[in-house]
């Protein structure tokens, strides 16, 4: 079986952990990053998305934070501040910045970033085809007013330092509507026997590699049944400040609502926790098949459940076509 999954970061990547553990020796899982929370930072090429993927199912992630490495160290960032040079805000530990240092050195040298992102999973061997969305620089901005003042930021000012406690008003993928998917995306896409989409933010991760001309067409146009996880339960994001983003494209802190974002056209089936069997109704009568199930990633043993209830009701919609 081919599997195929529009990813963000931990959530994401904590979901495809659960996958790993359910599918068979046989089952190929190629996972589609989400690259607009990309930034450049000391010169660097910073992809914390891919990073996330990469480092937690290849067992180097810091399992508390959900993001950097495990075992880190920060004498870099206090060498950089000791210098005066920020931004202090956004933490990059010691073996962190050696991935950025590769990817950038790559990059310099005329790499796309798939097969840059290729040649670090050679490293940590994650078990999936990791590929970005896109090789072109698209990066998410999100417009907020702060202090009377209108002013566009990147969204990872807006996550990290400004903690989401501004309202977003827009959000921004900017260069998206001229980049192209990578090499081996729409490829993955058509001959995918499942298309999931986890509990990822659906507006900054998922969405933003929807927003990449061409993928949305081809993830509803597959002949594979599209089924997505809510990565919201009982009115809240599960982590994350998914709600404030929502808000700016005008979508409820639902599980139905983000089932009717993404729309009928787009998914065959929805996942929602069941704190939200309410939903099921609503979701159901607009199209999209729906069922409660847990969804609450607690240990791996929770995971691998959702994953497995994922691929089953993907397997019905199969059946029922």
Same mark, same amino acid.
């Given at each position: 079986m081919r599997i195929v999954a529009l990813a963000g970061g931990i959530g994401g990547a904590r979901f495809l952990r659960g996958l790993k553990d359910v599918i068979t020796p046989d089952d190929e899982i190629t996972v589609i990053g989400n690259t607009g929370d990309d930034i450049h930072l000391y010169g660097l090429k910073v992809c914390p998305d891919l990073d996330t993927l990469m480092y937690t199912l290849g067992g180097g992630i810091h399992e508390e934070q959900g993001w950097?490495?495990?075992?880190?160290?920060?004498?870099?960032?206090?060498?950089?501040?000791?210098?005066?040079? +920020?931004?202090?805000?956004?933490?990059?530990?010691?073996?962190?910045?050696?991935?950025?240092?590769?990817?950038?050195?790559?990059?310099? $040298?005329?790499?796309?970033?798939? $097969?840059v992102t290729e040649a670090l999973c050679d490293r940590w061997q994650p078990g999936v085809r990791l590929l970005p969305m896109t090789d072109d620089r698209v990066e998410t901005h999100v417009r907020i007013t702060e202090q009377g003042a209108l002013r566009v930021v990147h969204f990872q000012e807006y996550w990290v330092k400004l903690h989401a406690a501004v309202d977003a008003e827009a959000i921004i993928p900017v260069g998206a509507e001229t980049a192209k998917p990578a090499p081996g995306v729409l490829e993955a896409i058509a001959a995918a026997d499942v298309i999931l989409l986890p509990p990822s933010n659906p507006v900054v991760s998922i969405g933003t590699v929807l927003a990449v001309p061409g993928i949305r067409a081809a993830v509803a146009?597959?002949?594979?049944? &599209?089924?997505?996880?809510?990565?919201?339960? +009982?009115?809240?994001? &599960?982590?994350?400040?998914?709600d404030k983003v929502l808000a700016a494209v005008g979508v409820e802190a639902t599980a139905a609502a983000v089932a009717l974002h993404y729309g009928a056209e787009l998914l065959d089936g929805w996942l929602v926790d069941t704190a939200d069997a309410a939903a099921v109704e609503p979701v159901t009568a607009a199209g999209i098949t729906c069922r409660a199930v847990p969804l609450l990633m607690t240990d791996a043993e929770a995971t691998a459940a959702m994953a497995r209830a994922a691929l089953e009701l993907a397997e019905q919609e199969r059946g029922a076509r």
């Open positions: 950097g490495r495990a075992e880190e160290t920060w004498s870099i960032k206090a060498e950089m501040k000791a210098y005066g040079v +920020g931004p202090e805000w956004f933490g990059l530990g010691d073996k962190d910045f050696a991935t950025h240092i590769v990817r950038t050195q790559m990059l310099a $040298a005329g790499y796309p970033l798939s $097969a146009a597959a002949p594979a049944p &599209v089924v997505g996880l809510s990565p919201i339960v +009982g009115g809240a994001p &599960v982590r994350g400040m998914a």
